[in-house]
């Protein structure tokens, strides 16, 4: 196996394939497999990418996120989907990353182009159950969600 380093090549990289993909978002994954026991990866995000609302039950799924490049927003929820915090990470900046406990309602926007920030948590992959999935929010092809989403943007909007 060899070292992969992370320089901005990579990260351009991967930001470049966020940008051409539909969803607006490509990760770049370290772990060798979806059953591997720790996942680590790069997740590039351009603004308008909709990642709804989701939590992880399983005790072992904490998150950890680390920005490395661009700003991004996490929105924190209540069981109900009433936003109960909100946090500004960015790059350098005096926020850098946020650790996400297990069973927290959670998502994450990008607040400019090129955001790229690194992931890890507990493998092996578990396609997300409904109980994991906001009820209270639209999914990626509602359309509700650009409506929602503009709603969540608008959090980061004051004093930009």
Same mark, same amino acid.
């Given at each position: 196996?060899?070292? +992969?380093?992370?320089?901005? =090549?990579?990260?351009? /990289?991967?930001?470049? @394939?966020? =940008? ?12 060798? /497999?979806?059953?591997? !026991? ?6 590039? #995000? ?11 039950? @399983? ?5 950890? #996120? ?14 109900? &989907?009433? +936003?109960?915090? %909100?946090?500004?990470?960015?790059? &350098? ?7 996400? !406990? ?10 400019? $182009? ?16 409904? =109980?994991?999935?906001? /009820?209270?929010? !639209?999914?990626? $092809?509602?359309?509700?969600? !650009? ?12 004093? %930009?």
């Amino acid at each position: 196996m060899k070292a +992969v380093l992370i320089d901005q =090549a990579l990260l351009d /990289a991967v930001s470049r @394939e966020a =940008a051409a993909s539909p969803r607006r978002r490509r990760n770049r994954n370290f772990h060798a /497999a979806d059953s591997a !026991p720790a996942h680590r990866l790069l997740n590039a #995000i351009e603004p308008g990418s909709y990642v709804p609302p989701h939590r992880h039950l @399983e005790a072992t799924k904490d998150e950890t #996120i680390l920005v490395l490049r661009g700003r991004l927003g996490a929105v924190f929820f209540d069981d109900r &989907g009433e +936003v109960v915090a %909100q946090a500004l990470l960015e790059a &350098g900046g005096e926020r850098i990353g946020v650790d996400i !406990p297990h069973g927290t309602w959670h998502t994450v926007l990008s607040l400019a $182009s090129g955001t790229v920030f690194f992931e890890a948590k507990a493998g092996p992959y578990v396609p997300p159950i409904p =109980a994991e999935r906001a /009820a209270w929010a !639209p999914t990626e $092809s509602d359309p509700g969600a !650009p409506g929602y989403f503009a709603r969540l943007r608008a959090l980061f909007e004051v004093g %930009q």
